[in-house]
């Protein structure tokens, strides 16, 4: 497979349409609902709350306050990339048993066979699935606040968001190849150097993510889609890298 971003946002179109089949809608189901009640909670604070961090980055009284008009395009991209993190990370956290599952139903549909380490009840997976989304929060936390830090900071805050959303691409390549890797037993670390391997091609899958969670509606499905998505990656390509 080609290493570029349009290949990887390929994958996240075929994950789409895998949720669809009627054999994995009830494992789409409940990470579904965990997806309309934290997106909705954080939508609805983070619009209440943007004015006020525009008058906190900005202050009209500033002489900088001419940007505003500008800058506030890129800060509400910035907010609404916030949210998708956020949801991200505290969605993942309830449903990660569940995309577990789902990883293992996609990748039977596509080799026929379910990996040797998967399997079992929701209780089974329940640890193993939390200490995953707690390496990757760690990861998250220790790069997203000097990002955050950047924002503060006039002048390199103009730049802040695109930074952002680079690395928000990553780490949602990162956040939901964890699920067929892990099924596989592979580590964090592991999974890192092979999503490097193919370094565009993750950077496509999680940018396509992104955005697909920026749309009303479709954001709701993007979670599982990205899972089953990520499925295909590792199926096709992720699988063969070399450590």
Request: glycine share 6%; hydrophobic share 55%.
């Given at each position: 497979?080609?290493?570029?971003?349009?290949?990887?946002?390929?994958?996240?179109?075929?994950?789409?349409?895998?949720?669809?089949?009627?054999?994995?809608?009830?494992?789409?189901?409940?990470?579904?609902?965990?997806?309309?009640?934290?997106?909705?909670?954080?939508a609805w604070f983070g619009i209440s709350q943007f004015q006020e961090l525009i008058d906190w980055l900005l202050p009209e009284e500033s002489w900088f306050?001419?940007?505003?008009?500008?800058?506030?395009?890129?800060?509400?991209?910035?907010?609404?990339?916030?949210?998708?993190?956020?949801?991200?990370?505290?969605?993942?956290?309830?449903?990660?048993?569940?995309?577990?599952?789902?990883?293992?139903?996609?990748?039977?549909?596509?080799?026929?066979?379910?990996?040797?380490?998967?399997?079992?009840?929701?209780?089974?997976?329940?640890?193993?699935?939390?200490?995953?989304?707690?390496?990757?929060?760690?990861?998250?936390?220790?790069?997203?606040?000097?990002?955050?830090?950047?924002?503060?900071?006039?002048?390199?805050?103009?730049?802040?968001?695109?930074?952002?959303?680079?690395?928000?691409?990553?780490?949602?390549?990162?956040?939901?190849?964890?699920?067929?890797?892990?099924?596989?037993?592979?580590?964090?670390?592991?999974?890192?150097?092979?999503?490097?391997?193919?370094?565009?091609?993750?950077?496509?899958?999680?940018?396509?993510?992104?955005?697909?969670?920026?749309?009303?509606?479709?954001?709701?499905?993007?979670?599982?889609?990205?899972?089953?998505?990520?499925?295909?990656?590792?199926?096709?390509?992720?699988?063969?890298?070399?450590?």
């Open positions: 497979m080609p290493n570029n971003p349009l290949t990887g946002a390929r994958y996240l179109i075929r994950g789409f349409g895998l949720i669809m089949r009627p054999s994995l809608r009830r494992f789409v189901l409940i990470p579904l609902l965990v997806n309309i009640i934290i997106f909705s909670l954080l306050a001419f940007l505003r008009w500008l800058l506030w395009p890129l800060f509400a991209l910035t907010m609404l990339l916030v949210i998708v993190y956020s949801f991200t990370v505290l969605a993942n956290l309830v449903a990660a048993p569940f995309n577990s599952q789902l990883a293992e139903q996609v990748e039977l549909i596509l080799s026929g066979s379910s990996p040797a380490q998967a399997g079992g009840s929701i209780m089974k997976n329940l640890i193993p699935a939390l200490k995953s989304e707690l390496v990757k929060l760690g990861y998250f936390l220790i790069r997203v606040i000097p990002l955050l830090i950047l924002f503060a900071i006039p002048g390199v805050n103009i730049i802040a968001p695109f930074l952002w959303l680079l690395f928000n691409a990553w780490f949602l390549a990162l956040e939901y190849a964890d699920y067929p890797m892990a099924n596989h037993n592979l580590d964090f670390k592991t999974q890192h150097i092979r999503l490097k391997a193919a370094r565009l091609t993750s950077l496509g899958f999680g940018g396509s993510t992104t955005l697909l969670m920026m749309i009303p509606v479709l954001n709701f499905l993007a979670m599982p889609a990205a899972v089953a998505g990520a499925t295909v990656y590792w199926h096709e390509q992720l699988q063969k890298e070399h450590h």
